[in-house]
């Protein structure tokens, strides 16, 4: 699984993060692999109408509907379209008990969790709350130009050796500073079943290319 | 000018808000009132598109584009169709560097900025980053049954000639409590230029009515 | 081992702090039992060295030494005389990094953490980052007249589960609504190894009687 | 009036602050000039114990006594001794509803309030709530080695107009990078009562004779 997360890049922005969606949707069908876009939640009714790969919220608050202004409410991205949710990311962290109640309520909506961890022992620990997902980001590598499957490939595997701890199933993805087919195959070959990536593919001048580029890597 | 806030109300969130929506619509053409509807981010694009009455943000973050995950970008909910946003509501409240920044980015946008307050300090204290209104709403009274025009009066009274100290042109809205067409009236007796509400309309059992029955009190 | 978290209560403020602790110390050398002090920053140097008996923290904050200002230092608290600290109280909770990371510096400095968690899982979560003691308490407990042991006895035994599932050999300690000695016998039959309170006896007419009432439980 | 902050840096925490703040003493006496020192919460006591010139705390929280664990008291902090209180510092900063609270609470200790910003717009918001002091701090020059009186006098400048505009009566004081005497008497010409700093003295290897250098600058 690739995960490509828009953020607020002003390419994932609007009509410009439709196209990229919809470059990404032609790539996932062409070459038969399942990409997942995280984009802006006023973004995801219009890209999750326009493609049919799934479309992912990039947080969630720990919400139930009532009187909460300006908070995202897993229904509503739910109904507008998400079929799953980033949780905790290292640019959105959130308390333990939060963390807690967001992967429950997102859960009763039929809605996947990935929830993100900057290391192996907060993967571990985040994975008592039963997560469909687990990705792992070293911060400082965020938005870089080393990967972590070059940079710290132990993270990689003792993450999932924590994981496997506490809950065998849980598929680990790894991001921070993916770039190139080579960061996507280590990272498999470490254990990981996907990766997660952003600036590699939203700052690209050619994003077609770089998603082409990293599949490569899921083919080795 | 009405405001309603939606805020993450079973019945303002996707389909149904979209109904209420349009009722608030229709009644906004019919009795030529200033409607104006802050909506769940993930609703404003469907909302906008629906409505030919203003959709603002429930909020915005202060935040520019680039590499930020899960957070409110003035930009993409511009693109989406709201014409403004709510700020510092009670529900939402920001540090007091962020109300400054974030008042700045929307403007830069072209939008429109409710700044909340909670008292008439506050009231003039964000006066001086000039949002395009002033909105003020003791917490306690938010969601309840009596109407900040009965129970304190004396706040909206306060409030504007606090708010005429700094910049004589911002317009004041009353919130919290508001249900009938005497807490309308009253409001507007009392100098405020508008009122902002939300569970009066979003837990009614007939919206329109209760919409239609505020709006009298608009005409006194 | 007791905790007693001093909290902001006035009767925990300053010289009434210090009336509280002398008699905590007298009841802990009179009667052999461990009793640990929660205090408030500005009182750890005072109470620590007036009494024998240790001296937590109620919060230390995810910092080095540097460039912070109005933040708790665990080098600072340990200088003063703190011997460990709460971590995460369910009125001060952190987001899952800083957890981690405040366990760490804390522990450096060789003091002792007691980390504080809602519930079974949360607890289980914080047990990967190896603090000294878990504490749980549900927080619709705390400071109520119903106590954990008599409200939630499955939650004591869950907790001590799932925590020897991630580590057999941290204490777990527990806490809300703790007011009597039947309340601490029970938590210590179900497996605990000492209970966290603080209204019980910061609001006690009487903290001596009350201290030596819930000593009374731990006999049994 | 020069108030320096002793931050959390490792020259400002116990034996070592404690040093620090014995030689502000001494020069304070010697050249009469009023000295304020800002001290970690640990450190109140001790050090107002210790020396005769004023000691303030770094941060104080809008909270009154009660149920809240690991939060800084008013009350508490005042009776350690100290006699103020930096609020909204640029490295804590705090919602703009909590700053009209905690401004409250602290003046009702007796305690002054030094009321921190960062730029002219803040600082006149600020002063609607009416602290004992302004203090004007550019975020970016904090812990650097250019001045705000070199780098930007018109801020020093438009804070006192704007400050003015409010209320005529509230002292302003400017801070991050002042380093040498330049720097304050600059800031003393362009209107500022007194300076803030920290990394000036605190990172010092001599802080007498930094202090007695800043000095100098008041006396021009």
Not at 49 to 76: F, M, N
Not at 138 to 161: D, F, M, Q, W, Y
Request: negative net charge; contains cysteine; glycine residues 6%.
């Amino acid at each position: 699984m690739i995960l490509i997360n828009f953020k607020t890049y002003e390419s994932g922005t609007g009509r410009k993060a439709l196209e990229i969606a919809k470059i990404a949707e032609k790539v996932s069908k062409e070459k038969d692999v399942n990409i997942v876009l995280a984009v802006q939640a006023a973004d995801i009714r219009m890209i999750a109408d326009a493609v049919s790969i799934p479309v992912y919220a990039q947080h969630v608050d720990p919400i139930e509907p009532g009187s909460h202004t300006g908070w995202s409410l897993a229904k509503d991205v739910r109904e507008a379209g998400a079929e799953g949710t980033l949780i905790n990311h290292s640019e959105h962290r959130m308390e333990i008990s939060q963390i807690e109640k967001a992967i429950d309520i997102v859960k009763e909506e039929g809605m996947k969790t990935v929830a993100c961890a900057p290391d192996a022992e907060i993967a571990e620990a985040i994975c008592v709350f039963e997560p469909d997902f687990i990705a792992v980001e070293p911060p400082e590598l965020i938005a870089g130009n080393v990967s972590v499957s070059k940079a710290k490939p132990e993270l990689i595997t003792e993450t999932i050796e924590m994981v496997r701890k506490v809950d065998g199933d849980i598929p680990v993805l790894v991001g921070a500073g993916v770039k190139s087919k080579k960061d996507v195959s280590r990272a498999l070959e470490l254990g990981a079943s996907g990766v997660l990536l952003a600036s590699g593919v939203m700052k690209s001048e050619n994003p077609e290319k770089e998603i082409l580029e990293l599949i490569e890597g899921l083919k080795v």
